[in-house]
């Protein structure tokens, strides 16, 4: 119940799934990557090319989603990054990065 004059929340409309782009480059050779949406795993590669592209299927709501990333880069790496391109539902193109030494866990926010 509200009083009067306060709206009642909208909740967030979800569309989807939709089919988002994501592009990865790295800085140097990877031994591995994992993508998850929500605790799911839905990119997976090991010694993975340094730029990769993948069409991925996902539930958008109106604030975004959060993916989680598990790098890994090869042994005889000190400190490295990967760019992270995702290009959304409509057409726009988000880009994050994410630096690490050897390894980098990182939750990225699109929008």
């Known amino acids: 119940m509200t009083s009067k004059g306060q709206a009642e929340p909208t909740p967030l409309a979800v569309v989807g799934p939709c089919e988002i782009q994501l592009q990865l480059t790295s800085t140097t050779p990877l031994k591995s990557i994992k993508v998850l949406h929500l605790g799911t ?6 010694n993975p090319n340094a730029n990769m592209e993948r069409a991925l299927q996902l539930p958008w709501p109106g604030e975004g989603v ?3 990333f598990q ?3 090869e042994a005889d790496v000190s400190f490295a990054g990967i760019r992270v391109q995702l290009t959304d539902p409509s057409g726009t193109l988000h880009e994050k990065s994410i630096w690490g030494e050897g390894t980098a866990e990182e939750v990225l926010t699109f929008p």
Do not use: A
Request: glycine share 0%; no cysteine.
């Open 41 to 46: 795993v839905i990119w997976n590669e090991t």
């Open 66 to 68: 959060d993916l989680r």
């Open 71 to 73: 790098v890994e880069w």
